[in-house]
């Protein structure tokens, strides 16, 4: 069975433009959740997505938005990046359920200079 | 912020000794889990417990949950050197309003097993 896929896996961008990650789930997998990691916040929760609804989402500024697809696959946009944005994205696809775990992508590494 | 906290941020032991990490959170949780991640590359899922449960074992693990004091602990019993990476913990908050998958990290430790 094939793991969660992030592209891609480095990104450079310079500050102002947007960008857009990709992530696709494990096959079945309805749920996908987007995180993002730096030295100095942690893993931060962006937002979930479920059946093509966003159902929850972090305390992020509107630059940062989502998407899912029919098929589960989800994107994630930032738009006007800023050096803060420096980090790196992770992608998590669960099971239905309440219990379930997190299988995560590789994430993208996303540099803004 | 809603984030956990973990203590120690780093620990360094030999070969065959054991490790122990803890975890405490701020919210009511469905279930409690702990990560791997090796190398700022994606995380690994080691183990979760439910807010019901107490203790559970997998392997060289060891998880213990403490609701009343909303704390947990990991233990690695006989460490590798292959254990060597950064472990977080991250609860399933108790969602009133609706379903929820996300998850709140801990701070994480950075866990160095010298060979």
């Known amino acids: 069975k094939a793991g969660v896929t992030q592209t891609p896996r480095y990104l450079i961008k310079t500050r102002g433009q947007q960008v857009t990650l990709s992530c696709s789930p494990i096959s079945g997998h309805r749920s996908v959740s987007w995180y993002q990691q730096t030295p100095g916040q942690g893993l931060q929760f962006l937002f979930e997505?479920?059946?093509?609804?966003?159902?929850n989402k972090g305390n992020f500024p509107g630059r940062f938005s989502g998407r899912q697809f029919s098929n589960s696959r989800s994107e994630m946009n930032v738009s006007t990046l800023e050096l803060g944005d420096s980090a790196l994205y992770l992608c998590a696809s669960r099971r239905q359920g309440r219990d379930t775990e997190a299988f995560f992508g590789q994430g993208t590494r996303l540099t803004v200079v | 912020s809603q984030q956990g906290e973990e203590d120690p941020q780093a620990l360094s032991i030999q070969e065959g000794e054991n490790a122990t990490m803890n975890c405490s959170y701020k919210t009511s949780i469905n279930n409690l889990q702990w990560y791997r991640q090796n190398s700022g590359r994606g995380l690994v899922h080691l183990i979760l417990i439910r807010s019901n449960e107490r203790e559970k074992h997998s392997g060289r693990l060891r998880v213990t949950l403490d609701t009343s004091k909303k704390s947990s602990s990991l233990l690695i019993t006989a460490s590798r050197a292959a254990d060597t990476a950064s472990y977080f913990c991250?609860?399933?908050?108790?969602?009133?309003?609706?379903?929820?998958?996300?998850?709140?990290f801990g701070t994480g430790t950075l866990l160095a097993v010298q060979p």
């Open positions: 991250a609860t399933a908050p108790m969602n009133y309003g609706g379903a929820t998958n996300k998850l709140i």
């Open positions: 997505y479920f059946s093509e609804t966003q159902r």
